[in-house]
Nanobody, 128 residues
Framework: QVHLVESGGGLVQPGGSLKLSCVGSDSGSGFTLDYHAIHWFRQAPGKEREGVSC????????IYADSVKGRFSSSRDNGKSTVYLQMNNLKPEDTATYYC?????????????????WGKGTLVTVSS
């Protein structure tokens, strides 16, 4: 069975930083994140889910939502089947549960859209 597991969330003050991780794991199926474009989404209480970023299979292309552009950066280590989201200069409006998801494609042409696999999320709270 394939799982995506997010980690790295927590409580941070405005202006602070966090780095989220998304690891793909399986129970012998051979699944790896390495062949997929990977997205980060977030959902705040009472709000719709929002696409945050996409990183291509090779990691050489990324796109971001306007709300996080210049503050968030996605990277990946395919050898570790792990994708990261570095979040800097965090704002209270960044408070949300953050999810990673595998795209049906291996490249990025949008920050949202239909995804294949989803993690269960990690909570980020930005508050003083």
């Amino acid at each position: 069975q394939v799982h995506l597991v997010e980690s790295g969330g927590g409580l941070v003050q405005p202006g602070g930083s966090l780095k989220l991780s998304c690891v793909g794991s399986d129970s012998g199926s051979g699944f790896t994140l390495d062949y997929h474009a990977i997205h980060w989404f977030r959902q705040a209480p009472g709000k719709e889910r929002e696409g945050v970023s996409c990183i291509s299979k090779t990691g050489d292309a990324t796109i971001y939502a306007d709300s996080v552009k210049g503050r968030f950066s996605s990277s990946r280590d395919n050898g570790k089947s792990t994708v990261y989201l570095q979040m800097n200069n965090l704002k209270p409006e960044d408070t949300a549960t953050y999810y990673c998801a595998t795209d049906l494609l291996d490249y990025c042409d949008r920050v949202d859209g239909p995804m294949d696999l989803w993690g269960k999320g990690t909570l980020v709270t930005v508050s003083s």
